[in-house]
């Protein structure tokens, strides 16, 4: 597996705990900034991001920035990115199993570093159980083909 990982300047401290974890995990991953703790735009780094992963550079990614929210909407415009916002370990799972996202948003501002661990490993040692799933997530898919 390998995974993209960026953050505006809001979510730095937490893509380092992250990077970390995936260090951690013996997981495969490129980091995509931003390096600066000065005001940037979080669409400059999510977009390019969500194009890697729906183009298949990169299996999924993490978007960290003050709440998570301006990354996943970001993310969410990319065809082919399911992008889920997350706060909460229950939720990492259930977006894995049931909506298979291929990326992973959280807010800096709203969750510490502990949770953040929790939620990402969860997130990315869940596999999509299929099945009954499938059949939305190709509803998802042939809406965007349209």
């Given at each position: 597996?390998?995974?993209a ?112 661990r ?12 299929g099945?009954?799933h499938?059949?939305?997530v ?9």
């Amino acid at each position: 597996m390998k995974i993209a990982i960026a953050s505006d300047h809001g979510g730095i401290n937490l893509r380092e705990e992250i990077k970390s974890l995936m260090d951690e995990m013996g997981i495969e991953y490129e980091d995509f900034g931003c390096e600066c703790e000065t005001s940037v735009d979080y669409p400059d780094y999510a977009l390019p991001v969500a194009e890697k992963v729906a183009n298949g550079e990169f299996e999924k990614a993490i978007l960290i920035c003050g709440t998570g929210i301006g990354m996943s909407i970001s993310a969410n415009k990319v065809k082919g990115i399911r992008c889920a916002l997350v706060h909460d370990v229950f939720s990492a799972k259930a977006t894995r199993e049931h909506n298979d996202s291929n990326i992973l948003a959280m807010g800096e501002r709203v969750i510490g570093p502990g949770l953040a661990r929790e939620i990402a490993k969860v997130w990315l040692s869940t596999e999509f159980e299929g099945g009954r799933h499938e059949n939305r997530v190709g509803k998802i898919t042939a809406y965007e083909a349209k």
